[in-house]
């Protein structure tokens, strides 16, 4: 999964990109409103955590431009501001979830995770695929109950595929999913980490589709029975 953080606080926006980082997201960041509009309009994000008072372009103008330009990423906000016409303006302007200045950290991981979760169709904070269980609270994974220990980049794939289960993903939207803006990205790691993780999960719940990408599929595939041969 892969974050962007705009923010023009120094030391809030390296608190945020450390706790993210920490928790197994890619992040970015920007510092003003112009490279954050910039960064959201020509790369693929999860989620967004935008601050409203901005230099360059506020953050309801950055959103505003988003959202026109069609980009459907959550958007949570962030203002020193509590009062209610600014919460309004940031809601209407199509933000997805509001937090006001001063907040514990822990809090934004959580309305981060809530906002990806639900745009991906999940109610609840863990996601299952047959007994492979991804709880999104702890970045833990357990196969039958037993933990997996995964490195950052196959957990990071095993999520956002668990996010999206049943959908054919190309390399491509895998690799910008995993890497931030920085990483020398090299699709074709990501046939590495499916190596991987079909090792530690079992090779059947991760399907290969030709020429297309991959899936991770909920059921297990149906095993046919040979037909019993005639007695002579």
Known sequence: MRVLIVEDDKDLNRQLVEA?????????????????????DTEP?????????????????VLENWRREGRKMP????????????????????A??????????????ARVRALIRRSAGHATSEIACGPVLL??????????????????HEFRLLSYL?????????????TEHLYDQDFDRDSN????????????????YIETVRGLGYRLVNELPEIKSKPAKSKA
């Open 96 to 109: 997805d979830d509001y937090v006001t200045k001063p907040f514990h950290i822990e809090e934004v991981l």
């Open 75 to 94: 958007v949570l906000m962030l203002t020193a501001r509590d009062r209610w016409n600014d919460k309004v303006s940031g809601i209407d302007a199509g």
């Open 189 to 204: 790691t990501i046939e590495v980490f499916v190596g991987r993780l079909r090792k530690k999960l079992g090779g059947h």
């Open 20 to 40: 993210f980082g920490e928790a197994g997201y890619a992040v970015d960041k920007a510092f003003d409103g112009e490279e954050g509009h910039f960064l959201g």
């Open 162 to 174: 668990m996010h999206h289960q049943d959908k054919i993903l190309s390399r491509t939207e895998l």
């Open 135 to 152: 709880d999104t609270r702890t970045s833990k994974v357990t196969l039958d109950g037993n933990p997996v220990k995964l490195t950052s």
């Open 45 to 61: 994000y999860d989620a967004v955590i935008l601050d409203i008072g901005l230099p360059e372009m506020d953050g309801i103008s």
